[in-house]
């Protein structure tokens, strides 16, 4: 049976830099080991797969299959979890409340929004070791009044938080490494939402500028404030983007097409839509 190992970031980089790593050494024969072990080795991004093909004997191996979603929980009409006022633009972002996920930009752009649009507000889901920093941020720029922290919610809750925004943004800042496949992304284009994401990494390769979602320059508040005020002011762009990008997953990102990728991989295949399907070699 081939044994498929399924890499998600560059674990031992990821821990020196953000947790501590006490055994370099160890780490890379543990991860070479393992690696070496695999048949297939399944990486979420080109960047992860850059960072495995530095390990030997692994080049042959790799194979990119990004990330994805499942649309059917995301349908289109859902009730909002919370209500919409009247006239309100409603600016979103899901995700753990981390350094990398470029909050410090999000809140500089939703006040040059404000400054034109103070019927604006923002909507964050989500916590993490950033809150403290945040709602410093939002107090200093007197927005607090103006944003609703919706703090940690279960998955089942994310869909019904999405379906209260107007627009969804990853305004990740300028990272010399961005290796993520970001799961927030494929939900905003799941829920029919258009996205202002930063261009960097798979997320360049997956939005198409004007098509099905807006990019902006990593770290660049003015063009995510730009980007947002040209959403709010155009109704009709918002529902192409949302559609669009919606088309998108359903086409290319679901995670059945992932799971039916990912048996391929192994020689496997399984018929698909069919009540207690079985495997076939």
Same mark, same amino acid.
């Given at each position: 049976?081939?044994?498929?190992?399924?890499?998600?970031?560059?674990? *031992?980089?990821?821990?020196?830099?953000?947790?501590?790593? $006490? /055994?370099?050494?160890?780490?890379?024969?543990?991860?070479?080991?393992?690696?070496?072990?695999? =048949?297939? *080795?399944?990486?979420?991004?080109?960047?992860?797969?850059?960072?495995?093909?530095?390990?030997?004997?692994?080049? %042959?191996? *790799?194979?990119?299959?990004? %990330?994805?979603?499942?649309?059917?929980?995301?349908?289109?009409?859902?009730?909002?979890?919370?209500?919409? +006022?009247?006239?309100?633009?409603?600016?979103?972002?899901?995700?753990?409340?981390?350094?990398?996920?470029?909050?410090?930009?999000?809140?500089?752009?939703?006040?040059?929004?404000?400054?034109?649009?103070?019927?604006?507000?923002?909507? *964050?889901?989500?916590?993490?070791?950033?809150? /403290?920093?945040?709602?410093?941020?939002?107090?200093?720029?007197?927005?607090?009044?103006?944003?609703?922290?919706?703090?940690?919610? /279960?998955?089942?809750?994310?869909?019904?938080?999405?379906?209260?925004?107007?627009?969804?943004?990853?305004?990740?800042?300028?990272?010399?490494?961005?290796?993520?496949?970001?799961?927030?992304?494929?939900?905003?284009?799941?829920?029919?939402?258009?996205?202002?994401?930063?261009?960097?990494?798979?997320?360049? %390769?997956?939005?198409?500028?004007?098509?099905?979602?807006?990019? $902006?320059?990593?770290?660049?508040?003015?063009?995510?404030?730009?980007?947002?005020?040209?959403?709010?002011?155009? +109704?009709?762009?918002?529902?192409?983007?949302?559609?669009?990008?919606?088309?998108? $997953?359903?086409?290319?990102?679901?995670?059945?097409?992932?799971?039916?990728?990912?048996?391929?991989?192994?020689?496997?295949?399984? =018929?698909?839509?069919?009540?207690?399907?079985?495997?076939?070699?």
């Amino acid at each position: 049976t081939p044994g498929l190992l399924e890499v998600n970031a560059p674990l *031992i980089e990821e821990q020196a830099e953000h947790r501590g790593l $006490v /055994d370099r050494a160890a780490a890379q024969r543990v991860a070479e080991q393992v690696f070496g072990a695999a =048949t297939v *080795i399944l990486a979420v991004s080109e960047e992860v797969a850059a960072y495995v093909a530095q390990f030997p004997g692994t080049r %042959n191996k *790799i194979q990119v299959v990004p %990330n994805g979603v499942s649309p059917n929980r995301f349908s289109p009409g859902l009730a909002p979890t919370l209500p919409r +006022p009247a006239g309100a633009f409603t600016v979103g972002f899901v995700g753990t409340l981390k350094p990398w996920h470029g909050l410090p930009i999000l809140v500089e752009a939703f006040a040059r929004l404000r400054q034109r649009h103070p019927e604006a507000r923002l909507l *964050i889901v989500g916590d993490g070791p950033e809150r /403290d920093r945040l709602v410093a941020d939002l107090a200093a720029g007197g927005l607090t009044e103006a944003v609703h922290l919706a703090g940690a919610v /279960d998955a089942s809750a994310v869909p019904g938080w999405l379906a209260s925004m107007e627009v969804g943004v990853a305004p990740y800042p300028p990272l010399a490494h961005f290796y993520f496949s970001p799961l927030k992304v494929y939900e905003y284009m799941a829920a029919g939402l258009p996205v202002v994401a930063s261009r960097i990494g798979q997320l360049k %390769n997956l939005i198409e500028e004007g098509r099905n979602g807006l990019l $902006v320059k990593p770290g660049d508040a003015a063009g995510l404030a730009a980007a947002l005020e040209r959403l709010r002011s155009d +109704p009709e762009l918002r529902a192409r983007l949302g559609q669009a990008a919606r088309s998108t $997953v359903l086409h290319q990102h679901t995670w059945d097409a992932v799971a039916q990728r990912v048996l391929r991989l192994a020689g496997l295949e399984v =018929t698909p839509h069919a009540e207690g399907a079985a495997l076939r070699t």
